[in-house]
């Protein structure tokens, strides 16, 4: 509720102080630009409260189509560049299986999945953002995407708690980062849901962190029979 009341709370007095007083110019602008940014916050906290709330109840799995992750994860790492205002090189995009990466799922979930954790490799990178995604098929029945970053790190005993609804990392430095909770427990949850799992490594605080989806891989004669799911065009 904390996170609701403040963008509203800030948004109220701006629009107080603005049908109240005179204001210059400049200074409306400026309350202008405060309130895009704490409307821009509430959105966000909305839309990940309403995620978890889809994330937790069950799908068929009839409703699931062949999702190429190769390409899903291409389009991710274009869609956070442009939303972090990034440059181009600051993620990076490793393939590391030729060909089509199938799996049957969810393609609006997997894309949720992936651009949490761009998001959170992102902010929690500080000044220098420099993020590698990597996508592999370890094993015939395995994929891998590996979203790893060089930011402020995860202390270790906080690694299996991280994934718990509205928890966040207790560490130094981190009070001024934003956030609902929710994020990594809608990342979890799909995860679980498309029988896979998702698991976090540091080496502890200011030396980075890697975040692993596991997913089952779709084998090649069944993605063959079923049509592939469409992707947005890239930006």
């Known amino acids: 509720t904390h996170?609701?009341?403040?963008?509203?709370?800030?948004?109220?007095?701006?629009?107080q102080t603005l049908q109240s007083r005179d204001v210059d110019e400049a200074r409306r602008r400026q309350f202008y630009e405060v309130m895009l940014a704490d409307a821009e916050r509430l959105h966000h906290t909305v839309d990940q409260v309403l995620k978890a709330g889809v994330a937790g109840q069950k799908r068929s799995a009839a409703s699931r189509t062949p999702v190429d992750l190769t390409a899903l994860a291409r389009e991710c790492v274009q869609l956070a560049i442009v939303r972090h205002r990034l440059d181009p090189a600051a993620i990076a995009l490793e393939i590391h299986d030729e060909g089509q990466v199938m799996v049957s799922g969810d393609v609006e979930e997997l894309r949720t999945v992936l651009a949490n954790l761009l998001d959170n490799a992102v902010k929690y990178s500080g000044d220098h953002v420099g993020v590698t995604v990597s996508v592999a098929a370890p094993s015939p029945g395995t994929v891998w995407v590996r979203v790893q970053d060089r930011g402020v790190g995860i202390p270790r005993k906080q690694l299996k708690r991280i994934f718990n609804r509205f928890y966040r990392v207790q560490a130094r430095g981190l009070r001024h980062i934003k956030g609902t909770g929710l994020g990594l427990y809608i990342v979890?949850?799909?995860?679980?849901a498309h029988g896979g799992r998702v698991f976090a490594q540091s080496e502890g605080e200011g030396r980075g962190a890697t975040f692993t989806?596991?997913?089952?891989?779709?084998?090649?004669?069944?993605?063959?029979?079923?049509?592939?799911?469409?992707?947005?065009?890239?930006?």
């Open 3 to 15: 996170e609701l009341k403040t963008p509203l709370a800030a948004m109220r007095l701006y629009l």
């Open 188 to 192: 979890k949850t799909i995860a679980r």
């Open 213 to 235: 989806l596991e997913l089952p891989r779709l084998a090649p004669a069944a993605a063959a029979f079923r049509p592939e799911t469409a992707l947005r065009p890239e930006a």
